[in-house]
């Protein structure tokens, strides 16, 4: 190279150029052909780097060398070469030139900074789609951990940049820039407040991925698709998305059905008003009637002869009805209820299985039912509650029972 630069300074000289005019010349020409050079060995390497590794992602099993491909790692790698390529010819371009020189290699410093930082996105970035792929980390915050590291990458890149523009020494430049962090932390604060937040979202295992959350503070309502470290995005069930500062998970109350969705089976807890007037003894006739039920029948049998038999040992006067113990209308339609749920097909059996009275108000006396089902997706959950009730409302009127309604929006009930 530097021999190419005296003879091509010495043949200028000879076309009649002047000392000073045939050294310009030649810096110009030399610094054309060494910026056509690098630029043409990039596009080479580049394009055979490129090649190359999309030939054996294609071939290997892992998925980690496509997310290389995909986030343009051999693409910014190919450019190392050609750049170091640049630091070599470069003094020999500017060698009657040292101002032009000095600021080169300012130029050169800084491409390096930013091919670094490229090249750190690109790698955490592929990190992050691959670490994505793994059954045990799907529903952790990827995103929030990368954009932590590109944060503090940039701006370690942005100081030396700037470091290296100024003449000033790294560590005296980040001396300087710590006198000033009570502004920097101000303009960073809600991703400083994020960070921390996605740390203690992560430890306390608090969201994952994937989890149906609700948030009536921000009108949130579904599963969460994504945790980053300033935003938490929701896909409600209506397909709109909610978008939650990350720090409003610790700062502020929601709720998480990870436990229900975990769970063997998913809460049923609604209740039927019986109006109050309805409810009675039952007499022999009644009972009779009743006992044609399959699932009261021995029941019904066990809890008559018990009854007789202590209402005959205290002598109990019954030409009264309400003397003594008697069943009840509403007593055996709720154990009805019970036995149903144990027998229905659909019902977690290991678990809760209710059927309560609530206080009476001004609907009537709430009856209700709390059971798990075992199914617990959505669709599938809502028609078996919606059959338990179907039976249940239709069963009202075989115990003699009514349950309360409005006969129409005027708030007249049917009394």
Do not use: C
Not at 5 to 10: A, R, T
Not at 124 to 142: A, C, G, S, W
Not at 256 to 280: C, D, F, L, T, Y
């Amino acid at each position: 190279m530097d021999r190419i630069s005296h003879w091509l300074y010495n043949n200028l000289l000879a076309f009649g150029f002047s000392e000073s005019a045939a050294k310009y010349t030649n810096m110009v020409i030399l610094l054309v052909a060494i910026l056509i050079l690098i630029l043409l060995l990039d596009y080479v390497i580049r394009r055979v780097l490129v090649a190359v590794t999309h030939r054996v992602a294609v071939k290997s099993k892992t998925e980690f060398d496509d997310f290389l491909v995909e986030n343009k790692v051999p693409n910014y790698v190919a450019h190392i070469i050609p750049l170091l390529l640049a630091f070599e010819l470069t003094p020999l371009v500017f060698t009657d030139f040292e101002p032009y020189e000095k600021s080169a290699d300012v130029i050169l410093h800084a491409l390096v900074v930013v091919l670094i930082l490229w090249i750190t996105r690109a790698v955490l970035n592929t990190f992050r789609d691959y670490f994505k792929t793994l059954e045990n980390l799907k529903d952790k915050p990827i995103d929030s951990y990368i954009q932590v590291f590109m944060i503090f990458a940039w701006i370690i890149g942005a100081m030396s940049v700037f470091a290296i523009i100024t003449g000033i020494p790294f560590l005296r430049f980040v001396t300087t820039i710590g006198a000033a962090s009570a502004v920097i932390l101000l303009i960073f604060r809600d991703t400083i407040l994020g960070f921390v937040a996605s740390i203690q979202v992560s430890i306390n295992d608090m969201v994952h991925i994937g989890d149906w959350i609700t948030f009536e503070k921000y009108g949130a309502d579904g599963d969460v698709i994504e945790i980053s470290l300033a935003t938490v995005k929701v896909q409600n069930f209506d397909k709109t998305i909610t978008t939650i500062p990350t720090y409003a998970l610790i700062s502020d109350s929601f709720r998480n059905w990870r436990g229900m969705m975990e769970a063997p089976g998913r809460r049923i807890k609604r209740a039927v008003h019986v109006r109050q007037s309805s409810v009675r003894f039952m007499e022999s006739t009644d009972l009779e009637k009743l006992k044609r039920i399959e699932l009261l029948t021995t029941y019904i049998e066990h809890r008559q002869a018990d009854i007789e038999s202590h209402n005959t040992k205290n002598d109990i006067n019954k030409d009264l009805l309400m003397n003594g113990r008697n069943l009840t209308n509403l007593g055996l339609f709720r154990s009805y209820i019970d036995r149903y749920l144990k027998s229905h097909p659909a019902i977690n059996k290991d678990m809760t299985i209710m059927v309560r009275q609530l206080a009476p108000n001004d609907k009537g006396l709430p009856l209700e039912v709390y059971a798990f089902s075992s199914d617990k997706e959505w669709v599938n959950y809502e028609y078996i509650m919606a059959d338990i009730f179907d039976h249940i409302i239709a069963s009202v009127s075989f115990f003699d029972l009514e349950l309360f309604e409005l006969i129409d929006g005027t708030g007249i009930s049917d009394e």
